[in-house]
Structures are given as C-alpha cells and as structure tokens.
C-alpha cells in the first residue's frame, strides 16, 4: 500500500499527488514511469514520473481525469493509499553533453516535460520551455516549468493568455530567428509531437520524443506498446518511452494508440 501524502488540483481536468514510495524516489531518474493499481478490482495504468524527492522518499504523479481509472484515483485524498504503485520503469533520459535545448510540451504533456527541463537544467543545458494548452483555464505548472527553464513560453490555441499559436508556431519562430538546438524534447499528443518531429528534421535537430501506446504490464513481455522506429520493433516500456522522432512510423503509431476506442468509449458509457 502506498500513501497519498499530498494532493493538488491543477486544473479543473489534472491532479497532481505526492506518493510515498521511498525506493522508487530512490532510484527515479527524469522520462521513467510507474504502474499502478487503485485497488483490487482496478486495471493498471501507467503514468510517467513528474518529480521525485530520494530523501523524503516522495514521488510526483500527475495524470488527466480522463478514463474510468483516473476518474477513481482523483477520489482519493490525502491520507488514502494506492494498492500497488511498481517502479521505476522504462529508460532514463540521456541529458549529458548538449548545450543548447528546447522542450516543448503539449497539455498534460507539460507534466513530463517539466523533469525533462529539470534534467536538462540541472545538467548544465540552456533550456528554452515551450509550453501550449488549448486556453488560459487550463495553464499549469507556470511556476514549476520557469524555475527549469532560461526562458519560458506559454502559448495557448485560442490566444486567451496573449500568446495565440500551437507549439510548433513559437519553435519555428525561434528556429528562423536564428536559435541554434543541439536537442529539441517534444510531450504531448501524437499530432503535436509528429508536427514537431517534422519541424526539427526540416533544420537536422536531434529530436526526442516521450511515446504514450497501450500499455498492459510494462516489462516487455505483452507486446502491447510496440512501435515501429527506424524499421524495428521496439517496445515503448523497455526500450523507451523516449524514441528519435524522426525514426517513428508515425502513421502505425497513431492508428495503433485509436484502435480501442470504441471499447473506452462504451466503457465510459457504462460507468455513468
């Protein structure tokens, strides 16, 4: 059982919460993530790592109330307990030896984003945040993602903060103003992250991206978050979740991540 020590609302979709889970905060590294189960009867999800503290042996979640799991774990208060909460998994982001970065992050994306800049940060890099949400009620993180970042842009789609545009719109903006990114980091959406993932091959950018497929057990063995990058399968729980953007096959990706779509809609239906 693990301890639900803090609990804050982000935003009217987005929780964030402090689990106490002191060897996973032990040995939690920037783009890893954890499986967890509310209860007995739950399924298991998987939500990447938004922050760790080794010493009081805290790890940070933060997920959207979108499915019938987060629905039920936004239930739970300070106080309350998780059943299961497995990890670390998945590769740790390589930060080392770049000098220059972007990290761009779309929505709840700007959950994982932020380690990423707290990473790249940490290691010595300039890091340039782009940040976009559909409007002005749903920022989040201002705060948290400045502290990590040398400059900071919050863009929303319908311009409701003053900042109108996509992610892409601002990078582009940066890039032909003569910004020279030895790593672009893009997290968020799929269309988001192809539409970077296009932009950064355009000017020969490494560019990682943080892939989100069905996930079932997470150490390999179901074969459910498969992809295809550079020719190969690759699985996203133990060969990722960070892939060179510009290897994916973009198009399985996302034919793969809708394919149960009418099921999680009759599903939601079920549970009103």
Same mark, same amino acid.
């Given at each position: ?13 987005? /929780?964030? *919460? ?5 060897? #996973? +905060? ?33 790890? &940070?979640? #933060? ?6 799991? /987060?629905?039920?774990?936004? &239930? ?5 307990? #998780? ?13 080392e030896g770049y000098s220059r970065a972007a990290v ?18 940490? +290691? ?15 920022? *989040? ?14 863009? &929303? ?10 992610? &892409? ?17 893009? #997290? ?12 950064? !091959? ?12 069905? *996930?079932?057990?997470? /150490?390999? *063995? ?5 992809? /295809? ?23 399985? +990706?996302? !034919?793969?991540?809708s394919q149960y779509k009418r099921e999680e809609k009759n599903c939601r239906l079920m549970r009103?």
């Amino acid at each position: 059982m693990f301890k639900i020590v803090h609990k804050r609302v982000l935003n009217p979709l987005v /929780t964030w *919460m402090e689990i106490e889970a002191p060897l #996973i +905060a032990r040995k939690a590294k920037a783009g890893q993530f954890i499986i967890l189960r509310v209860n007995e009867s739950g399924e298991r999800i998987p939500l990447t790592i938004a922050g760790y503290d080794a010493e009081k042996g805290l790890v &940070t979640i #933060i997920f959207q109330k979108v499915g019938g799991t /987060t629905k039920l774990l936004d &239930t739970l208060e300070e106080g309350d307990f #998780i059943l299961d909460f497995v990890g670390p998994l998945g590769r740790a982001s390589e930060v080392e030896g770049y000098s220059r970065a972007a990290v761009v992050g779309g929505g709840v994306g700007c959950a994982i984003a932020y380690p990423e800049a707290r990473a790249l940060y940490d +290691a010595g890099a300039h890091v340039d945040m782009i940040a976009g949400f559909r409007n002005a009620d749903i920022l *989040m993180l201002e705060e948290e993602m400045a502290s990590v970042s040398d400059r900071l842009f919050m863009m &929303t789609d319908d311009g409701s903060n003053g900042n109108k545009g996509f992610v &892409t719109v601002k990078l582009k903006e940066l890039l032909e103003a003569g910004e020279k990114y030895d790593l672009v980091v893009a #997290i968020g959406p799929l269309p988001m992250m192809r539409a970077v993932s296009e932009l950064t !091959k355009v000017y020969g950018i490494k560019t990682l991206v943080s892939m989100n497929p069905i *996930m079932i057990d997470g /150490t390999g *063995m179901c074969g459910g978050c498969r992809l /295809t990058v550079g020719g190969e399968v690759k699985f996203a729980c133990v060969d990722g979740p960070e892939f060179d953007a510009h290897l994916i096959d973009w198009d399985e +990706a996302m !034919k793969r991540l809708s394919q149960y779509k009418r099921e999680e809609k009759n599903c939601r239906l079920m549970r009103q």
